[in-house]
C-alpha cells in the first residue's frame, strides 16, 4: 500500500501539461476506468403544488442494477429509481408533503437531514416504513436557501442503506437567493454532486465489508453513482452543490490546478459573502456550495486531496487521510465571455448566543457519547421550546468524528476557544471533530414541542453512528411531560449491521 501511494503522490506532481490531452491521461486517480462518461444529473422530482399549496411529492425506495463502473452492473437500492433519488426542491414558505413507499425487502427510514421540521416527520429510526409500508410527512418549509439532502436512518444499519445506494438532494430556495446572480440552471451550471466512496467485489457487487473498525473506506470515488465522469458547461462558470454522501471518508476537495474558489455556502445556506479557497473539506453529512470560473474551452478537474485537519491523529493512513481521488472533470464552453464578479454580499447572518454559557457538554469516545451508547428507549435531553443554546463538544481521541444535530442549523461559535475560520462561520448541521478539541455550538430550537417523537443527534461518520454514537431528545413546552414509547419498529438493536462478521474487529478501538 505505502509503495502504491508513493507512486500515486509521484504521478500527481507531474506537470499538467503532460497529462494534457492524452486519452489516457488520468495519473492520480484510484478509479482509472479509461474513457469517462457525462456526469449524471439525479433529475428534480415532479413536485405538484396542489389547489391548497401543498407541493407533493412521491419517493419509492427500491431495488436495481447501476452501472456504476462503465460495463458493470452493480445491484443497487435507489428512489424512484436504481441508485440515489431525484432532487426535492421547494420554496421557503411552501409546505411540502411526501408520499414515501418502500417496495425493499427491509424496513427503513427517510430523514430530511438539515432540515427544519415537526419531529413526527423528521424520519429518524422511530419512523420505520416496513418492507411494502408507506409513510407520508408534512411540513412547512421555514429555513433559508440552501442545499439539504434526505437519506435512511434506521437504527443500525443506516451505513448500509446509504451504501447500497439511498441518498438525494433537497434544494430550498428563498426570496433573495434567485437575485443573486448565481449560476441557477440546473444540471447544466448549478451542479449537484453527491461524492462517496465504494468498493466492488470482483464479480462487481458492492462489498460491504469493513476494512477497518473505523468504517467503511471505499477504493473507488463515485460522483452522481458513476465513476470517473466530465460535464459540459453551457459558459465558463459553475455552481457545484456538493454532498460528502460517504460512510466514513473526509474528503478535501480542489481543483487539480490549485486555483482559488468561492465558498458561498454551507449545510444551512448562504454565507454572509463569498470566502476565497483553495480547498473545502467535507466530513460525512456535510455540504458546501462552490462557484468556480474556468477559461474558455478549458478542461479543470476536481480532485479529493489528502486531508488535512489531522491534528493529533495517529498513523492517518488508517483512515484513507492520505488518499487522492480524481472527482470530476469540468468543460468550459469555447465562446462564452468571462463571468462578471459575485456579489461581495450574500446574506446577513445575525450572530447566535455570543455570550451565553455553555449549556451542555458532550464528550466523543469509544463510539459513545457521554459514555453512553444509544439506547432508542432513552431520552437523553430534553430541551424547552423556544430556548437558545449552547452545545460543547470534544472530540476526546485519536480518532476522527463529526458531529450533527436533527431540527436545527447551528452557528460555530469557537474552535478551542478560538473565532472559526470564515468558511465554518455560516450555518452548519453538522461539523468536523477535529481529535483533541474542542467545538462550541450555538442553536436556537424554534419548535414545535412534541413530548412523543425525538430528534437525534450524533456522529455521522455512519459506521459510528450504526455503532450507537448517537443520543436522544426532546423539545417540550413549560410544565409538558414527556409522553415518549418506543415504537415496537424500535426495537432493532439486534439486526445484523456491516463489519458484525467473523475476523472484522468490529470493536471500538483496533489501536
Ligand atoms: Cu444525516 Cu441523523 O442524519
Ligand atoms: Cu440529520
Ligand atoms: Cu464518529
Redesign the pocket.
Known amino acids: 500500500m505505502i509503495s502504491r501511494r508513493r507512486l500515486l503522490a509521484t504521478a500527481a506532481a507531474l506537470p499538467l501539461a503532460l497529462s494534457a490531452g492524452a486519452a489516457c491521461a488520468r495519473p492520480t486517480t484510484r478509479t482509472a476506468t479509461g474513457a469517462t462518461r457525462a456526469l449524471p444529473i439525479p433529475p428534480l422530482a415532479a413536485g405538484a403544488l396542489g389547489a391548497d399549496g401543498v407541493r407533493r411529492f412521491t419517493l419509492t425506495a427500491q431495488t436495481g442494477n447501476s452501472e456504476i463502473k462503465p460495463g458493470i452492473s452493480t445491484p443497487t437500492w435507489g428512489y424512484n429509481g436504481s441508485m440515489l433519488g431525484p432532487t426535492l426542491r421547494a420554496r421557503r414558505g411552501e409546505t411540502v408533503e411526501v408520499h414515501v413507499r418502500n417496495t425493499l425487502p427491509e424496513a427503513t427510514s427517510v ?1 430530511w ?1 438539515g432540515m427544519h421540521v415537526p419531529a413526527a416527520s423528521d424520519g ?1 429510526p422511530h419512523q420505520m416504513i416496513a418492507p411494502g409500508g408507506e409513510w407520508t410527512p408534512l411540513w412547512r418549509i421555514e429555513q433559508p436557501a440552501a442545499t439539504l ?1 434526505y ?1 435512511p ?1 434506521p437504527h443500525g444499519v443506516t451505513e448500509a442503506h446509504v451504501y447500497r445506494g439511498l441518498a438525494g438532494l433537497f434544494v430550498l430556495d428563498d426570496d433573495t437567493s434567485a437575485t443573486l446572480g448565481l449560476p441557477g440552471d440546473y444540471g447544466r451550471d448549478d451542479i449537484p454532486l453527491v461524492i462517496q466512496d465504494r468498493r466492488f467485489t470482483a464479480d462487481g457487487h458492492l462489498d460491504e465489508t469493513l476494512p477497518s473498525s473505523y468504517g467503511l473506506l471505499g477504493d473507488t470515488l463515485i460522483v452522481n453513482g458513476a465513476t470517473a465522469a466530465h460535464h459540459q458547461l453551457p459558459g465558463r462558470r459553475a455552481r457545484l452543490r456538493l454532498l460528502n454522501g460517504s460512510s466514513s471518508r473526509v474528503l478535501n476537495l480542489g481543483f487539480a490546478d490549485n486555483r482559488e474558489f468561492a465558498l458561498i455556502a454551507t449545510d444551512g445556506g448562504l454565507l454572509s459573502g463569498p470566502v476565497p479557497l483553495r480547498r473545502i473539506q467535507l466530513s460525512p ?1 456535510e455540504r458546501a456550495d462552490i462557484v468556480v470560473d474556468l477559461a474558455a474551452a478549458e478542461n479543470l478537474t476536481l480532485r479529493a486531496f489528502p486531508v488535512d485537519l489531522r491534528a493529533g491523529i495517529d498513523r492517518p493512513e488508517r483512515f484513507g487521510f492520505d488518499d487522492t481521488f480524481e472527482v470530476l472533470t469540468l468543460r468550459a464552453a469555447t465562446t462564452a465571455d468571462p463571468a462578471p464578479a459575485l456579489s461581495a454580499v450574500l446574506t446577513v447572518i445575525e450572530p447566535l448566543a455570543a455570550t451565553l454559557p455553555v449549556t451542555r457538554t458532550f464528550d466523543l469516545k469509544w463510539f459513545k457519547i457521554n459514555g453512553a451508547g444509544m439506547d432508542m428507549n432513552r431520552i437523553d435531553l430534553t430541551i424547552p421550546t423556544g430556548a437558545t443554546e449552547v452545545w460543547q463538544v470534544r472530540n476526546l481521541e485519536d480518532w476522527p468524528h463529526n458531529f ?1 444535530v ?1 431540527d436545527v442549523q447551528f452557528q460555530i461559535r469557537s474552535i478551542d476557544a478560538t473565532p472559526p475560520p470564515a468558511a465554518l462561520s455560516g450555518w452548519k448541521d ?1 461539523v468536523y471533530t477535529e481529535p483533541s478539541r474542542t467545538y462550541e455550538l450555538a442553536m436556537r430550537f424554534t419548535g414545535p414541542a412534541d413530548p412523543a417523537h425525538p430528534y ?1 443527534y ?1 456522529c ?1 461518520l455512519l459506521h459510528h ?1 450504526d455503532k450507537g454514537m448517537m443520543g436522544q431528545f426532546l423539545i417540550l413546552d413549560p410544565g409538558q411531560q414527556p409522553t415518549f414509547t418506543p415504537t415496537p419498529m424500535a426495537d432493532m438493536h439486534d439486526m445484523p449491521q456491516m463489519g458484525d462478521m467473523p475476523g472484522m474487529g468490529s470493536g471500538p478501538h483496533g489501536h
Open positions: 430523514h437531514h429518524g439532502w437519506h436512518h453529512g450533527h436533527h453538522t437525534m450524533h455521522h453512528e
